[in-house]
Every structure is written in structure tokens, then in C-alpha cells.
């Protein structure tokens, strides 16, 4: 009977990680390439993230429907509250004014991605979403956008258009199951910070920062964040053990909390037992949007302890943390410097292992937000809201010859900087020796991997094994003759490992090498044949001199 039940609960585990396991891109994001990686401005990865409800939000089934269209119930701005037409003790009525209607209007706020739009569709209801096929092509990257533009089909809605309307309302459903949910949106930060699926508990330190929305105490972190934050309690409540520590917190402040001695955690609102003393309609009233579909969910014990927040430098030193993500990130948000950004770079934590969440309604096509985003690429790996920017911007890379390696480092990162400079002066030799003079010594320790000591043993990440393969032009062409003994070994190394991934003789289609051979060829300019090429030329010269000197002592 003991085995059984541990069996059960076993398999219930496993089939709960499998449900976000697989990278599901493919089905969510509507632009999304399979096996591509998005670069903006020729050096920084981006992945795209979004506002997010949780699951238990999700009608199971098509509710009763009772009127066709529900009109705008929000505010012009966010957070305007006198323009809302539910109070804040009314979040059942709106979610159930959303149920009862088949269609309901929402739009552009501040950004293109917006909490309603997820509403809506959580609801069971199709949204009729103004200006949705005037979007830019990478704006709201989870909703199903060619599915709502075929919906205009289903109005002027009239009853011998039931069917359909029920087979589309079916489909959006599936698609917010999937892909709009708080959890699939966490296991997707997880999955590019290489920790999902895991097979144990899983520590994660969440960085929180900001004034707010009204910069009076409200520690509002935006939906994105909020989002990822009970998705990822969700998903490790699978993993009993598994700890988020939620850093830093505010400062008492009497003249906003009355009489508040202790720091406050920026996500009091999630925990349902938070300021109990407080009647609840006044604490509603200091929430954006009243707390709608993110408040009182979590339990003051799932938020880190003073204690906890404490220690966080001492345990990131100690490599306590399987990673950590920065919530909210971006320029005028109160967030800069980033808390705690130091203390991470100087205790080894690899870059793959943080994310940076650019959340806000401001995107890439605001200057200061870019310029901020570029600055950090390669300190972690990178998730945009609002990837609003000319398509000129944008271009794709094979993960195949571009694994996470080359784009979640910063060395990596100021290389292929450098390579594209090469690029286009191939006789600049100040480029090669700026390679071999700032960042040879940083790049060639991890040749073999990133070695990763946690409280969980020793794990080596994979190199970027496609910028070592190109290190050898710069490298073989400035180093002196003493040096290239050596340099040679390493170099024909990487040509022995890179064979995995690329073929340096005849390409033969459809082999997964042959095409490896010509995405790099499309991502660096040359062929891998080329480097081959000039390694042996190089090495083989080398050898001939070698030989000369033995004979003439001789």
C-alpha cells in the first residue's frame, strides 16, 4: 500500500514537470523560429516574455454566455482607478462581466501586451482587440494573434455561428493552457536559464527593486514579473525543498504603513494573511488595478524571511542559488544599479544562470531602454516584453552554432563584437590584437565548459564552441612564434570537438552536420573549412620551421 502511494505520487511529480518541459515556442509565440535564436542590433539576444494569469484562472470549459459584447472596463492609462467600473472588492463581478459576454473589447495601453488581454481569454471569451493587425510583428508574442484576426469572421455574431464561435472559444482556451499561464511563462524562464526540467528542489534567489506604480509603498513590480513569480512557486511546489528568496525589501516607513517597524517584502500583496490588522478594501485600494487576478495568492511563509534577505550576499558566494532572476529590469525604474548585480559577478555565477526581465510597457523602440538592454547583454540571458523595434534591428542565428554560451557571457559577448569588426576589415590588425589582448584570457579557461560548483555538486556548462573555432584567426595571426607551439595544439582541439557540430569537407544535405556547416557560414561569415584551412597553414608552416632548426643543429 506504502509502495503504491509513492508510485503515485511519484508519477503525478514527473507528470506535472512534463507538462512545461519541452520548449513549446513553436505553439505560443507567433513569430518564433524553431531552432533560431533573435539577436537585436547585431549583439544582444533576446527572448520574449509576457503577462501572464495563473492557471487556476483558466475556464475548464466554455462558460454560459448570456450578452455578445462586453465593452472597455479599464482605465484610458494604467492604474487610473476612477475610471474602473468594478470597485475593489468586486474582482469576482469583473471576472464574471468578462464569462457572461462572448466578445469583449480590449487594445493597446501602455504597451502592446496588456493584463486584460489575458483576462479575457482566461475567461473564455474571444477578445476583439483594437489595432491587433496594425501590430508590429513582434508585439505581444504570446497571443494568438492569427487566431484572433480570424474571429472577425464570427461577427456580426448571430446563432447559426454557435459552432464556430465554440470551436474558437476551444482553441483559445488551449492556447492560454498553454502558453499564457504564470507557470508555462516561469518554466519558460527556467528552460533558457538551462534549470528546467530539473529533477530535485531547485533555490532561486528573485530580485525585486523599484518605487512602484504610485512610489508610495505599494512595491509594485509589474505583471511580468508578478506573473513569473507565482508561476515559479507553482512549478517547484512539485519539488518540496525548493526555495525562492524574494530580495531586497522596503524600508519600514511609518509614514506609509503606520506604525511599521520591519522591512516589507515589494510582493506583500500576493500573501493572503499580509496586514491582517488592515481592512481589506483599504489594502485593495493601494494595489494596482485592486490586486485583480495576482493578489492573495501565496502565504506570507512562501515570502523570504528578513533573516534570509540577510544572507543573500554570504549565500551567493557560497553558490547557495541555482540562479537568480532580476524581476524588473530597465532604466527609470528605480532599479538602477541593480541590486545585488556585484556581489553575482564577483561570486563566478555564470551569466546563463540570470535572467533579466524587461517587463515594462517602454520596449526596444524606446532609446534609453536599448542602449540599457545592450549594455548588460551577456551578463544574463535577456527577456523582452515589448520587442517593438524596426525589423531592420532583428536578425536570427542557429542555436545549432550559437548555443547559450556565446550570447550569456560577456567576454563571448565582446567578441563577436569584435569579429563583426574584423568582418569588415579583415586587415585590421588592431581588431585581432584587441581579441588576443582583452579577452584571450578570459576565454580560454572555459574552453572546455564552465565548471559551476552549487550546494549540488559540480556541473560544467557546454562552451561556445563556435567562437572558439574562430579565436584562431585573431589568435594565430598576433601571437608570437613562442606562443604558437601551443596555440596550435589548442586550436586543432577545437577542431576535433567542433566536427561534432559542422562538417569541414564535402556537405552532403540533409545531415544535420552539413547544416551546421552552413549556418555558420551564414552567422560568421566563413566557412568552418576555411578556419580548418588556415589552422593547418599556419601549424604546418610552423612544423616546417621546427624541422629547419632540428636538422641545422643536428
Not at 569588426?421 to 584570457?441: G, H, I, M, Q, T
Amino acid at each position: 500500500m506504502g509502495f503504491a502511494v509513492l508510485l503515485a505520487c511519484c508519477q503525478a511529480v514527473v507528470g506535472a514537470v512534463q507538462e512545461f518541459s519541452s520548449d513549446d515556442s513553436s505553439q505560443c509565440v507567433h513569430f518564433h523560429r524553431p531552432g533560431k535564436v533573435l539577436i537585436y542590433k547585431k549583439d544582444t539576444a533576446v527572448f520574449p516574455i509576457g503577462i501572464s494569469v495563473p492557471s487556476d484562472l483558466v475556464a475548464e470549459s466554455i462558460p454560459r454566455k448570456v450578452r455578445v459584447h462586453a465593452a472597455f472596463v479599464g482605465s484610458s492609462c494604467g492604474g487610473e482607478v476612477s475610471e474602473y467600473k468594478f470597485g475593489p472588492m468586486e474582482e469576482d463581478r469583473y471576472q464574471d462581466f468578462y464569462r457572461r459576454h462572448r466578445f469583449a473589447h480590449t487594445k493597446r495601453k501602455g504597451g502592446w501586451d496588456a493584463v486584460r488581454h489575458a483576462e479575457i481569454l482566461a475567461m473564455g471569451t474571444v477578445p476583439n482587440f483594437a489595432g491587433l493587425d496594425k501590430a508590429p510583428h513582434l508585439a505581444v508574442p504570446f497571443v494568438p494573434k492569427a487566431l484572433l484576426l480570424k474571429t472577425e469572421e464570427l461577427l456580426p455574431y448571430s446563432k447559426r455561428l454557435e459552432a464556430a464561435y465554440n470551436a474558437t472559444v476551444e482553441q483559445l482556451l488551449d492556447h492560454t493552457r498553454r502558453c499564457l499561464t504564470a507557470e508555462s511563462m516561469a518554466a519558460r524562464v527556467l528552460r533558457e536559464m538551462g534549470l528546467w526540467p530539473t529533477q530535485r528542489p531547485l533555490r532561486l534567489l528573485y530580485i525585486t527593486c523599484g518605487f512602484g506604480f504610485s512610489g508610495a509603498g505599494d512595491g509594485w513590480q509589474g505583471p511580468v514579473s508578478i506573473g513569473i513569480f507565482l508561476g515559479l512557486h507553482a512549478l517547484l511546489r512539485q519539488w518540496p525543498g525548493s526555495r525562492i528568496v524574494d530580495a531586497p525589501a522596503m524600508e519600514p516607513d511609518p509614514s506609509i504603513w503606520p506604525e511599521e517597524t520591519v522591512h516589507r517584502s515589494n510582493f506583500w500583496y500576493l500573501a493572503k494573511d499580509s496586514d491582517p490588522w488592515i481592512h481589506e478594501e483599504d489594502l485593495r485600494q493601494r494595489m494596482y488595478g485592486y490586486g485583480f487576478s495576482y493578489a492573495r495568492r501565496l502565504s506570507l511563509k512562501d515570502l523570504a524571511t528578513q533573516a534570509e534577505r540577510d544572507a543573500v550576499p554570504d549565500s551567493l558566494f557560497r553558490h547557495e542559488f541555482d540562479g537568480v532572476i532580476y524581476g524588473k529590469v530597465g532604466p527609470a525604474q528605480g532599479c538602477d544599479p541593480l541590486p545585488f548585480f556585484d556581489v553575482v559577478r564577483n561570486a563566478g555565477y555564470p551569466a546563463e544562470r540570470v535572467a533579466l526581465i524587461y517587463g515594462g510597457d517602454f520596449g526596444l523602440e524606446t532609446k534609453r531602454v536599448a542602449e540599457h538592454a545592450r549594455y548588460y547583454s551577456g551578463y544574463g540571458i535577456i527577456f523582452f516584453r515589448e520587442m517593438i523595434a524596426p525589423p531592420e534591428d532583428f536578425h536570427w542565428i542557429s542555436a545549432q552554432v550559437f548555443p547559450r554560451a556565446c550570447y550569456a557571457d560577456p567576454g563571448w559577448n565582446r567578441f563577436f563584437q569584435l569579429w563583426r569588426k574584423r568582418l569588415d576589415c579583415p586587415a585590421c590588425d588592431d581588431v585581432d590584437r584587441n581579441v588576443r589582448d582583452e579577452l584571450w584570457d578570459h576565454l580560454w579557461p572555459v574552453s572546455r565548459g564552465f565548471s559551476w560548483q552549487t550546494g549540488n555538486g559540480l556541473e560544467v556548462l557546454p562552451p561556445c564552441w563556435s567562437g572558439l573555432l574562430l579565436l584562431a584567426f585573431p589568435m594565430l595571426k598576433t601571437s608570437a612564434e613562442a606562443e604558437l607551439k601551443d596555440l596550435c595544439d589548442f586550436f586543432n582541439r577545437q577542431l576535433h570537438q567542433a566536427a561534432r557540430h559542422v562538417t569541414f569537407g564535402r556537405c552532403v544535405l540533409p545531415r544535420p552536420r552539413c547544416k551546421g556547416s552552413i549556418a555558420f557560414r551564414g552567422a560568421f561569415g566563413v566557412q568552418p573549412s576555411e578556419v580548418k584551412t588556415f589552422v593547418r597553414s599556419i601549424c604546418r608552416k610552423l612544423s616546417r620551421k621546427c624541422a629547419v632548426r632540428g636538422t641545422v643543429k643536428q
